[in-house]
């Protein structure tokens, strides 16, 4: 990957958190966004609130006055109103049923929030169940033609800080399980469908040595990458540290493995 290819993954941030979403900084409002874009001299952004399954969305409602709100703003960022949607288990996705649906920019579901209020659980609740669950949803959700990309796939964070206390779970236990053909078949799946993978910023330094291999698999497959923040506020959506990490730690340490293994 050269320095041009580096320089266009990270000049856009694709999953950014408003103060629609529960979880978002009461200042971090459409405009604040936008204009912290600017500052950053990001070319495009999304903005991904939640939306969780069994929760009237406040996006939902929203979504006329932000359509309003960022034609007021004339910016050259180009701005993707999206959503980070929920795949909350094999054939179950928010707003599946939604008459009037609002129509987004941009579709990014989340296969792995089982920390959530109903979110399905797999019967078998190892290490290995939760691997095979989080398969089937994934697969799923590419085949429904419903995503335009993944939110931090095969993360287990939220699955072994919800439940550490009583499953013998620690962080990276089920990620790492994912083979590089597992991987690679989603990919090859997604390809198809359009879909994009994403490099979450907030999983580079716990999840590193995963990464190398997601990403590699990825360039193998020709998979569609692209970098989000999960920035929960606009001073978050920096992204200068996480390109130098994902340089340093990612990107040559890939080109230092290739050269030993060649
Ligand atoms: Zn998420
Ligand atoms: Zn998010």
Not at 79 to 97: F, P
Not at 126 to 155: M, N, W
Not at 164 to 170: A, H, I, K, S
């Amino acid at each position: 990957m050269s320095n041009d290819a580096l320089d266009a993954l990270f000049s856009e941030n694709l999953h950014i958190h408003t103060n629609l979403s529960r979880c978002g900084g009461r200042d971090s409002t459409l405009t604040a966004v936008v204009r912290q874009a600017e500052k950053l001299g990001l070319r495009r952004i999304a903005v991904t609130d939640h939306i969780h399954p069994y929760e009237t969305p406040k996006l939902f409602h929203n979504l006329p006055l932000l359509r309003r709100e960022l034609a007021a703003l004339d910016t050259d960022v180009e701005v993707l109103l999206g959503a980070e949607l929920s795949a909350y288990g094999v054939h179950k996705y928010t707003l599946q049923y939604a008459n009037a649906a609002p129509k987004l920019d941009f579709y990014m579901y989340a296969h792995n929030h089982y920390h959530m209020r109903g979110w399905e659980q797999p019967e078998d609740q190892s290490a290995e169940g939760y691997k095979r669950h989080c398969l089937q949803v994934l697969k799923t959700v590419i085949r429904s033609g419903k995503a335009d990309a993944l939110a931090h796939p095969f993360a287990d964070k939220y699955i072994v800080r919800e439940f550490e206390d009583v499953l013998p779970f620690t962080k990276g236990c089920i990620t790492d399980l994912f083979t590089d053909n597992e991987i690679g078949d989603l990919m090859e799946l997604g390809k198809n469908r359009g879909v994009m993978w994403e490099l979450n910023t907030t999983l580079f330094a716990d999840y590193a040595g995963f990464l190398r291999r997601y990403y590699r698999t990825g360039l193998e497959v020709g998979a569609r990458f692209f970098v989000g923040s999960d920035a929960h506020r606009p001073e978050a959506m920096d992204l200068t540290e996480a390109k130098k990490y994902f340089k340093e730690n990612i990107f040559f340490q890939m080109r230092s493995e290739r050269n030993a293994d060649g």
